[in-house]
């Protein structure tokens, strides 16, 4: 009859007496899923914390429960009606502006708006006032813009040459996030504002932005969307809800955020091999505790439990301290990452976030710590006396099962938060053939080790043969060493290819000067002005009309954007409205790739040149077709030639080039940049086009540029910061396989100090057994490193992959030195061990 099980009860009464209050032989343990967990429950903190904020804003962010755009026209009388059959109507105007005070210009994002402006929530103002639309001949400023023309409360500024008084300095307006991308700061007036500055004349860029408040806030407002769209077509306006107030800055958080948990749950995966070295290590130390009870008649069950409950106690005193910790880090996070967020998220807890990243950990712990459990259970108590000499044989039967539904459980979590499925299965899928392509190295070193001639230096043989003998900890100190050097060539990596995309999409070198609405009439005008100040300037000047693609293909087969359920990533200019012009030329920058252009003078049928890059995307070529919308126009050109446009500088560089017969007809400006020769002051040419050119919107871009830079490199720093705990976990995993190793190697190196061997011989051999494996490993990090660092920069943030190789090589070097330093660091307690003590105590 077998024996009577161990109650739990009487389990965790051993289990509590053998456990040191201090988790002493279990701290690596405790480590690794602190930094893991509290690394998951910050990240997971963070951005619930924003995604909630933008949630439960959503009416304050849109400024109404809907909104309905347009371009280069407001909504007709019959739009207006049917919108005001759900609510409240505001309607409004988007343009770009400029605001002058004597010889003080600044380009400002002008937003006019109605008399029930807004909708939802109260502009705030710097004096502390709650306001809502200004009234007529008096605008809210921003603070920037106010500080640029040194200007206050009460001062008389010029907004698109109309004379104006600032009532109030904007402190924080609720519908920024909703505002989209600007050249300048927000500048608050009165709807009739930009008609009596001439800003909405026939071909100038604006856009109107219409909102409702609903009679009914419970009101579904995708319905309301349908039923629009059907009575005035797809393609009548853009349209936005109070669910998805800021999509661009929802999905900027959800990708940062999947990559910093991927990071997270990179980290721990790394510290899982710290665990299960930990646990082994823990074990070992109480191999004649687990004999003595086996003596004692405890059956492989009851040794299961009890420590099952020590190694369960302690992996949740680890994770609830990371959950500690990640709560109380997630405010300085948010400070630290400044301008990257787009609201004050506060100090909130996400219940959501803490359990997932408790799930996380215990998950990490039971799939490492399983097999080493397993293990100490399976073995009779004469097998655990000989563990020294006669090392264990592992036994996947007994922890196969625990540790495959661990992994699907991890996974199905990681899926279940991810908002790009396929790049975390991804990411978990390189992983694992990380583990275990590390792994099979790490046998391979031993199995060669084994096999290689022997040195005929004694120090260098012994070396060696620790690569291979019973007991060695190659295989987790290759983990340990490879996760680690992996890490490192990551980190430079991004940093180098993020650095190279910030270089490369913000150069150094751009225009001096981007000058919007040029009136057609006045090219020559514009010209001249510009060349009387600044003698050798260069000045380009291009057609801009603003369209909407719908449709595309072949001719007899077009697909309807409106008909696509899902608008591929890269197909980015199928989503609304962008800019279009028409050239006699091939335009600076673009090299035809595919077809051919268009002759000077074309009256045939009209051509549009299309990106190839774009045309890939959607499946286009030369002699298909394109439809756009313009102004309310249907127009069709036959595509007549691909080609690539050069990205690098920021000068005019357009999707769609049509022949000027397509769509020169439909009312436009032009778009101008001006390029000054180098020395060149310009302090003197702004001022005189805001002057001579009123209704034109002069951007000055080196601020501009500036301002982008700062924001891509606080993204950079707050990537390596997150990546840093990846690092950080792999030298803890580091230090717990050489503290595993301990033990044996205390036998080694006292038994070679017997035979007289001197301390130096034996750092020598440690420098032999670490320098061997780190030597290989680099090789590897170096490939392994790059390919996620690839898949990182180019699959979820769709970057440009521009590493730079020398700093990468050079990081790597430093890797390798520091590790190794870290390895030895951590022998040095072998070195110092008395021959005497340590034989009476092995």
Known sequence: ??????????????????????????????????????????????????????????????????????????????????????????????????????????????????????????????????????????????EGTAARLGARTGDRISLGGVDQRIGGIIASDPEKLSEGFALGDSAISALDLPERAGLTTAGAMYRS?????????????????????????????????????????????????????????????????????????????RRTSIATLKVLGATSGDIARIYVLQVGAAALAGSLAGLLAGVLV?????????????????????????????????????????????????????????????????????????????????VALALLNAAQPLVTLGFLAGAAALLGLLALIGTGIRTLAARMPRPRDPMLRAGLANLHRPGAQTGALVTALGFGLSAFVLIAAVQTSLDANIRRTVPARAPDFFVLDVPKDKAGAFRDTVKAEVPGAVVRMVPNLRGRILAYGPRDHMTRVADLKEIPEDAWALKGERGLTYSVGVP??????????????????????????FAQTVGLKVGDYVTVGLLGVERTARIAALRRIDWDTLGFNFVLVFSPNAIADAPHNLAATIELPRGKATAGLLPMLVRA?????????????????????????AILAAASVAVLAGLAVLLGAIAAARASRTYDNVILRVLGAS????????????????????????ATGSAMAWAVIVKL??????????????????????????????????????????LREL
Not at 38 to 57: N, P, V, W
């Open 330 to 410: 997630t405010p300085l996070l948010a400070q630290a990452l400044g301008a990257l967020l787009p609201v004050d998220t506060g100090f909130t807890v996400s219940p959501a976030a803490l359990l997932t990243a408790m799930a996380y950990g215990l998950l990490v712990a039971l799939v490492f710590a399983a097999p080493p459990l397993a293990r100490a259970r399976s073995f009779p108590a004469m097998a655990l006396m000989r563990a020294r000499v006669s090392p264990l044989a592992g036994n996947s039967k007994a922890w196969l099962l625990p540790v495959c539904l661990g992994l699907c459980a991890i």
């Open 1 to 142: 009859m077998p024996d009577r099980a161990l109650p739990w009860r009487t389990a965790w009464t051993l289990a509590r007496r053998d456990l040191s209050a201090r988790f002493r032989g279990l701290r690596l343990l405790l480590v690794c899923l602190f930094l893991g967990v509290g690394a998951i429950a910050a990240i997971g903190t963070l951005t619930g914390s924003i995604d909630r904020e933008l949630t439960t804003r959503g009416r304050e962010v849109l400024g109404g429960d809907i909104e309905l755009r347009t371009w280069q026209r407001s909504l007709s009388q019959e739009e207006i009606k049917a919108l005001a059959r759900y609510g409240k109507v505001s309607p409004g105007l988007r343009l770009q502006a400029i605001a002058r005070k004597g010889e003080l210009t600044a380009p400002v994002a002008l937003k006019a708006v109605d008399t029930n402006w807004p909708l939802y929530g109260r502009l705030e103002l710097q004096d502390g006032r709650k306001v809502g639309a200004p009234p007529r001949g008096s605008v809210w400023l921003s």
């Open 693 to 717: 050119f009123p209704s034109s919107s002069v951007i000055e871009t080196g601020t501009l540029l500036r301002d982008a830079r700062d924001l891509l490199d606080q993204m950079t720093l």
């Open 588 to 613: 600076e920058g673009s090299t035809v790739t595919s077809g051919k252009w268009w002759p000077e003078i074309h009256r045939g049928e009209p051509l549009v040149s299309v990106d190839e890059k």
């Open 759 to 782: 301390r130096g011989q034996l750092l020598l051999l440690q420098i032999t057994e670490y320098g061997l494996i780190a030597g290989v490993l680099a090789v590897i990090a170096l």
């Open 797 to 838: 943030f769709e970057f440009e992959w521009l590493p730079d190789w020398p700093r990468i090589l050079a990081v790597l070097g430093a890797g390798l030195v520091l590790i190794v330093s870290f390895a030895l660091a951590g022998s040095l307690p072998l070195l110092r061990a008395k021959p005497a003590r340590a």
């Open 209 to 285: 932005a219409t909102r409702v408040r609903f009679a009914d806030p419970q009101r579904d407002p995708e319905i309301v969307i349908d039923a629009l769209a059907k009575q005035f077509g797809d393609d009548a306006f853009e349209t936005r809800t109070r669910n998805a107030a800021s999509p661009s800055t929802q999905r900027f958080v959800s990708r940062m955020g999947q990559f910093l948990a991927l990071v997270g749950l990179a980290a721990l995966a790394i510290a899982g091999i710290g665990i299960g070295g930990g646990v082994s290590s823990y074990l070992e130390a």
